[in-house]
Structure formats: structure tokens, C-alpha cells
């Protein structure tokens, strides 16, 4: 009774450090494989092609691929320049309704020194005194 009760206590110790061992892989497998993954899909990414060697490149494929470089600097430049040319339309408007700001908070700030001065004028004009109320004429007793 007693072995078979150890047998059984040991078969579970043996399960537990297996799934331990188990459990102890897992994080470099996944690790591995991760990796692993990555590198193909880069690989795949480009294709798996080398490029050729400069010196492999005819002399009329590197002329064209020189035009077409400079044709395309060319054209960054013309559209960078329309860029600058467009901010700077930009910016004056900028200062222009930036100045035209300036103009109309002056303006407001003058009528609102006025609006206050003619509220202060009307402020002090004295009040209306109150006068006894005249007497109304009495209508002549008619006669009968």
C-alpha cells in the first residue's frame, strides 16, 4: 500500500515537472518562432533579389536614371518654389487682416469711450422735480 501510494505521489511529481519543463520552453519557442517569422518576411519583402553591382549597370540605364533624377529635382524645385510663393501670399493676408484687426479694436475702443462719456453726461442731467400738479379748470355749473 504504502509503494503504491509513493508510486502515485511520484508519477505527479513527475507529471508537474515535465509541464514545468514544458511551460519553461514555450517562452523561447515563441521567441524563436517570432523571430524566425520576421527575418522570411523581410527577406520576402524584397523579393529574395539581390541587386545587381553598380559597375553590372550599363552606361545608358545610368544616364537614365540620371535624367530622370535631375528631371524629378527639377520638378521638386518648381513645386517648393510655388510653396514659398503661396506662404508668402499667405503671410500678407496675415498682416494685412492683422492690421485691419488693429484698426477696427481702436475704433471699438473709441466708441466705448464715447458710449461711456455720453452714459456718465446722461447719468448727471438732474432729475425732473416733481411739481405739484395744477389745479384742472372746474366746468361752469350748467344751468337747468
Aim: aromatic residues 2%; glycine residues 4%; proline residues 8%.
Amino acid at each position: 500500500m504504502i509503494d503504491l501510494s509513493y508510486s502515485h505521489q511520484r508519477d505527479q511529481e513527475d507529471r508537474a515537472a515535465v509541464w514545468a519543463r514544458r511551460q519553461r520552453m514555450i517562452v523561447p519557442l515563441v521567441a524563436a518562432s517570432i523571430l524566425l517569422g520576421g527575418g522570411l518576411s523581410i527577406v520576402w519583402g524584397f523579393g529574395g533579389v539581390l541587386t545587381p553591382s553598380p559597375s553590372a549597370v550599363s552606361a545608358p540605364a545610368r544616364e537614365q536614371v540620371s535624367s530622370e533624377l535631375l528631371e524629378t529635382t527639377k520638378g521638386l524645385e518648381v513645386t517648393q518654389q510655388q510653396a514659398v510663393d503661396q506662404l508668402q501670399v499667405v503671410q500678407d493676408q496675415l498682416v494685412a487682416q492683422q492690421t485691419e484687426t488693429k484698426k477696427l479694436a481702436e475704433q471699438i475702443a473709441t466708441l466705448t469711450e464715447k458710449l461711456d462719456a455720453l452714459q456718465q453726461s446722461v447719468a448727471n442731467i438732474p432729475a425732473p422735480s416733481v411739481a405739484a400738479p395744477l389745479p384742472t379748470p372746474k366746468a361752469p355749473p350748467s344751468k337747468k
